[in-house]
């Protein structure tokens, strides 16, 4: 976890599809339209990152992913199978996981617990081996094991989030504002943690940051996204020093 | 109280401001009181001999009340120390009770006694303050020995089992044949109906936390099933099974009302907290007044009588030749049916809790335990949250359907009287002031909330302050909604709020409980 990635390694794109694709998705809360018409891809091995101010829809995106609320036009689909009129839990099962925005770990249960509902979709299988990764991972956890979620930190809230979203050793993880709240140095292990499954195994990763710097540092890619729709979209180095995105995003901002 | 304040003085600079203080919380809250209790204390109006309405002031009351609010406001603001607290205010509502005598009937022998033990807790009260504020202790159990009491709690659930499994004979041994019936039926059974209606509905609201209102609906279902298979099928279809009417009909009753369990969950599924608490209100009150008005169907209001009671696997508890009595070489008493009904509800009561116990270890029940805390979380983690919850539901009213068995048979006769909101009220009051999803505090409520009302129609003694009209069970409900706001303002979250964990790493280990917030224990 020292090393530090200088270069952002070619990601590996697919033999022609991306894994992730969003094909002019409009999303609407009553008649109110959140989402216009959006289009992205996540590639296999990627992380990618969608970045954008407070209200531009990122959260919006992620749940339309998952199938709540459900894209009123366009289409999604995962790994080829189109995935915009499945149930939130038949998505799940298709190996997608969510640390989900607020990170909703189960606050009477312990973490250890949260970490068996993680792996409820695969049956338990691999379980303990996979409970072993997660503290490799997130050495935090092991500490905190038999505490229950609601006691642990904002920080270790988030780590017991994304470590339940493991457990069901996804395909694709998706990944909302895991730095919300949390002090720099948290935020530093988190993305971390990241980077190295990315790197170790591969694991694809879409992640909705409002934490610009950091997360165009972690991505390969990234998209920028303004009232809805997606205004910008680029390498994760290439975006950081777009004047543009400085000025929007990172000037005044904290590094 | 001056010795009090004097000792106190150090550690509490602001004595006098805290004094003036408590005085005036004291004053506003016995206000209130005044204002609440005027229209419903101080005038009574009776019918005099010319058929005239006439109105009877109470002032005495109403000053009685407001100055038992007023000692009781003053002393909590007052005082820090919780013993302090509890001694002065029984000991001044002990005070006011020896008042309400000499005043309602005469000062004598009695009111002495009273007025003597209130004086009593009054000093005893005032001692201890003095003790906590020189010697600074907090408590009369020293932490060695608190140590040791919780070192024993864990022996309290196998002593409290074996206690309920021995109970018909400890009061049989102690009440004689003839006194143990009230007991053991009046108590007993009657307890033990709502523990299992408790556990049961535990699943639903505790485990899941699908706020039901209407639980009721499956315990009618379990009931009246059983009445009319009883009564109607059995004797014109197998007439030979006569005498195993209730065993076939157990299971029965439960599948049919965790049939109409799944029926009601469907349509609610999409809803949470209070509008779902409001369909499965409705749901009730359907089911009730389909009994009522199907008449053809369940007779109506007049009920379904000469329901057959259990046999012993076979064997009638009748005076008969083939009666139990008689296989059993015993002189025939009602009491042998009593005892086998207990047991009876015993064992349904222990099936629910192992069933419960058992099914939170599994994926299902850990699943209806995340959907209670996060529904967002639990779908997005794949978990089918549609099944999560009919399952909930139909297990739930399963259990509700066994109790509503039982109750017919126990009964022998059923109407839709038995079935009302209150009873559901009374379930989810049980439920929740056990704090939801314990056994335990399942228990302590039923035995507290049940067998506290059946209580009331022994304490005669009362009368004795109250004077002679006064009837304690009357005051059922107002002592009901007293100690419902009085739990809930001590214990937030029910009386057992911890959340005994299901999995462990390696080895168990204690959870603190002291370290939650409110509503995250």
Known sequence: MSVRVTEAPAPVVGAGQPLLSVRGVKTYYGNIIALKGVDLDVNQGEIVTLIGANGAGKSTLMMTIFGSPRAREGRITFAGTDITQLPTHEIARLRISQSPEGRRVFPRMTVYENLQMGAAINDFAHFDEDVERMFALFPRLKERIGQRGGTLSGGEQQMLAIARALMARPKLLLLDEPSLGLAPLIVKQIFDAIRELNRKEGLTVFLVEQNAYHALKLAHRGYVMVNGVITMSGGGRELLADPQVRAAYLEGGHH | ?521
Request: hydrophobic share 55%.
């Open chain 2, 1 to 521: 109280m001056a010795a009090t304040l004097d000792a106190s003085a150090p550690a509490r600079p602001a004595a006098g401001a805290l004094l003036t203080r408590a005085v005036r919380e004291g004053g506003f809250a016995a206000l209130v009181t005044l204002g609440l209790s005027f229209p419903i204390l101080a005038l009574r109006t009776e019918q005099n001999m010319a058929n005239e309405l006439v109105l009877i002031p109470r002032w005495s009351w109403v000053a009685l009340l407001c100055i038992a609010v007023f000692i009781a406001r003053f002393v909590q603001v007052f005082f820090v120390n919780k013993l302090t607290k509890t001694l002065l205010i029984l000991g001044c509502f002990t005070l006011l009770g020896g008042l309400g005598r000499a005043v309602n009937a005469a000062f004598d022998s009695f009111a002495a006694i009273v007025f003597s033990v209130g004086a009593l807790l009054l000093v005893l009260g005032l001692l201890w303050e003095r003790r906590v504020e020189t010697a600074g202790v907090s408590s009369p159990v020293s932490p060695a020995t608190r140590a040791r009491l919780s070192a024993l709690t864990r022996y309290a659930g196998p002593v409290a089992l074996g206690f309920i499994a021995a109970y018909p004979m400890i009061t049989l041994a102690l009440a004689g044949q003839g006194g143990s019936i009230k007991w053991i039926d009046n108590f007993g059974i009657q307890i033990l109906i709502y523990i299992m209606l408790g556990w049961g509905l535990n699943i639903v609201v505790g485990l899941a936390g699908l706020l039901d209102l209407g639980y009721v609906a499956f315990y009618a279902v379990g009931a009246y099933s059983y009445a009319l298979i009883a009564t109607k099928v059995i004797p014109e279809t197998f007439p030979a099974l006569g005498v195993w009417a209730f065993w076939v009909c157990l299971p029965i009753s439960g599948l049919l009302a965790a049939l109409w369990g799944i029926i009601l969950g469907f349509p609610v599924l999409r809803l949470r907290g209070d509008y779902l608490a409001i369909v499965t209100l409705a749901f009730g009150e359907i089911i009730r007044l389909v009994l009522i008005n199907w008449v053809d169907f369940s007779n109506g209001y007049a009920g379904i009588s000469t329901i057959p009671r259990p046999s012993f696997f076979g064997i009638p508890f009748t005076a008969a030749d083939n009666g139990f009595a008689a296989v059993f070489g015993l002189e025939f008493s009602p009491i042998y049916r009593t005892i086998f009904l207990y047991y009876v509800i015993f064992a349904l009561a222990l099936l629910t809790a192992y069933v419960t116990l058992r099914l939170r270890r599994l994926p299902v029940g850990r699943a209806w335990e995340a959907l209670r805390e996060d529904e967002i979380a639990c779908r997005s983690l794949g978990i089918n949250t549609t099944n999560t919850k009919l399952t909930a539901f139909a297990l739930g009213a399963m259990f509700g359907g066994f109790a509503g068995c039982f109750f017919a048979a126990r009964q022998g006769f059923i109407s839709p009287e038995s079935f009302t909101f209150i009873e559901s009220a009374q379930v989810l009051a049980i439920v929740v002031l056990g704090g939801a999803g314990s056994l335990v505090g399942v228990v302590i409520s039923s035995i507290a909330l049940v067998g506290g009302f059946e209580i009331l129609r022994e304490l005669d003694f009362l009368k004795q302050v109250f004077g002679e009209n006064f009837d304690p069970t009357q005051y059922r409900t107002l002592l009901f909604g007293l100690a419902m706001v009085l739990i809930m303002l001590w214990k937030p979250r029910g009386l057992v709020s911890t959340r005994e964990p299901t999995a462990f790493l390696k080895e168990r280990k204690s959870v603190s409980s002291s370290l939650m917030k409110e509503g995250h224990g």
